[in-house]
């Protein structure tokens, strides 16, 4: 449930920062800036646009330059190691900047910040670092940012879990004619490689009515393309009080007047439905577009992997969305060298992405997450031989997409365009159902709206056109 009480009280905390903010941009010469620096997923960039939108509203100046700013936040990821290391990486270079002025703040957040080894590195190596919060409180951003702005201590607040969802808190949006939308939070999933379920919760899924006036008040303020984010949005709705399926509010969303484009991620292939595809096949709104990870091709580590399904599952979800939608882009996230893998199971993988033909994969080498059943076992492999294997796996997946490219050329399609383009101020850059990109003649006044073009060229990932 949405919780109205909590939110009045966030409001009255923007209020008390508001008026420190002012005294401290007096003294800073007019000017109090903040830079927030995203790491991770889809997920991650829209609680940074909620940080954002509470930062603007107490009268930070937000920029986009880390190293000028006088608040900088890390709202940082976890998915693999590596992307913990780029965070220490940043630490080391900010540790410099502190010792030089002291004035500098710092705030860490998100899904890294949810285990307890990386709070106890930070409490002894980084304690420069003024506030540290986590995922489950976020909505607490403008009480935690009081706290950090009237203490002079580091301030460490992590939650384990939370069953709360507080809405209508302020959001700053990257893009205006298009934006994200939880419509869930957290995953009960438990892949067993997955670092995700133990640092973002349990699964939580939004009143449809809420959705539903979010996307709609967004809408009215220049929106055209919503992408509606969970981290598994094919089991949204099962734990509302009045369950619904994630089929049928896409089937409210459609009915959204002035919203041209749908959008969603990410699908796991064990709860797509056949409704839902069904639901694709008849909307005029939902973009052919389908981001449907695999991970492994190999039943055995598929089961290993705690995915519930097999590769004739996965390979018939997919033989029906191509039926239903045609044109539809898909792609995928694949995993190489989890625990036990041999080269037979990667075998299996290389062969799925032949029988599909996916658009793009996202391939990634497993990495150890502390605390997930996979890290547990005996059987991790040898770096060298995983190395051999990813490029196995990398080498297809580029052979595939390179299939793809430029299919499209010589047709008419609906392009929205979203930009004028960087380098050629007569050119502007828009996007087809399927994500593919498109560059063609025109002017800014195009931005937001829907135009037909004529696909004339191919440049491997992105067309030029024309547009009739
Ligand atoms: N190692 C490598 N990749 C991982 N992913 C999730 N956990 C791990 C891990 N431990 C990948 C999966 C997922 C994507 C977001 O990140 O492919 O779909
Ligand atoms: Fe991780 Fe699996 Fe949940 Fe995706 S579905 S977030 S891979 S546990």
């Not at 401290?24 to 909620?50: I, L, P």
């Not at 080498?365 to 502390?370: D, F, V």
Request: aromatic share 8%; with cysteine; charged share 30%.
């Amino acid at each position: 449930m949405a919780n109205i009480e909590e939110q009045k009280r966030q409001y009255e905390y923007i209020d008390k920062c508001k008026e420190i903010i002012a005294k401290k941009k007096q003294d800073n010469g007019g000017h109090y800036t903040c830079a927030v620096v995203t790491f991770g997923c889809q997920m991650n960039a829209r609680d940074s646009e909620k940080l954002e939108g509470i930062l603007k509203e107490v009268g930070y100046e937000v920029i986009e330059d880390e190293k000028s700013a006088d608040f900088v936040i890390y709202n940082t990821c976890t998915v693999r190691d590596n992307a913990n290391q780029k965070v220490y990486g940043h630490l080391g270079i900010l540790k410099a900047r502190k010792n030089k002025n002291k004035n500098l703040q710092i705030a860490l957040c998100g899904c890294m910040m949810q285990e307890p080894s990386v709070i106890e590195i930070i409490k002894t190596k980084y304690r420069f670092v003024n506030l540290v919060f986590g995922t489950h409180n976020i909505y607490k951003f403008a009480e935690l940012l009081y706290r950090m702005l009237t203490s002079d201590s580091q301030i460490i607040d992590i939650w384990e879990d939370t069953d709360q969802i507080v809405e209508d808190l302020p959001v700053e949006r990257k893009y205006s004619f298009k934006s994200g939308i939880n419509i869930m939070f957290g995953c009960n999933n438990f892949c067993s490689y997955c670092i995700v379920p133990y640092v973002r919760g349990r699964e939580r899924s939004r009143e449809p009515k809420e959705i539903i006036r979010e996307i709609e008040n967004l809408v009215a303020d220049g929106v055209v393309e919503v992408m509606l984010l969970g981290q598994n949005v094919n089991s949204y709705g099962k734990n509302l009080d009045n369950p619904m399926t994630f089929a049928q509010l896409l089937r409210e969303i459609e009915k959204i007047e002035g919203l041209k484009r749908i959008r969603f991620m990410t699908s796991h292939p064990k709860d797509l439905s056949d409704e839902l595809i069904d639901v694709m096949a008849h909307s005029n709104k939902i973009c052919k577009q389908m981001h449907l990870p695999l991970q492994s091709g190999s039943d055995r580590i598929l089961q290993d992997m705690n995915r519930h399904y097999t590769k004739e599952k996965y390979l018939s979800i997919v033989d029906k969305l191509r039926a239903a939608v045609p044109d539809i882009a898909i792609t995928t996230d694949i995993i190489v060298g989890f625990p036990g893998e041999t080269v037979d199971d990667v075998n299996e993988t290389i062969d799925v992405i032949k029988k599909v033909g996916y658009d793009n994969a996202f391939t990634f080498i497993y990495s150890k997450r502390t605390g997930t059943p996979a890290a547990a076992r005996e059987d991790q492999l040898d770096e060298a031989f995983v190395k051999e294997q990813f490029a196995r796996v990398l080498e297809t997946v580029s052979t595939e997409a390179a299939k793809r490219n430029g299919m499209y050329v010589g047709r008419t399609m609906e392009v929205l365009v979203e930009e004028t383009n960087e380098h050629d101020k007569d050119y502007v850059t828009g996007r087809l159902s399927n994500n593919s990109m498109v560059h063609f003649k025109g002017d800014s006044s195009l931005i937001g709206s829907l135009v037909n073009v004529k696909l004339t060229e191919s440049k491997g990932f992105y067309y030029y056109g024309e547009m009739i």
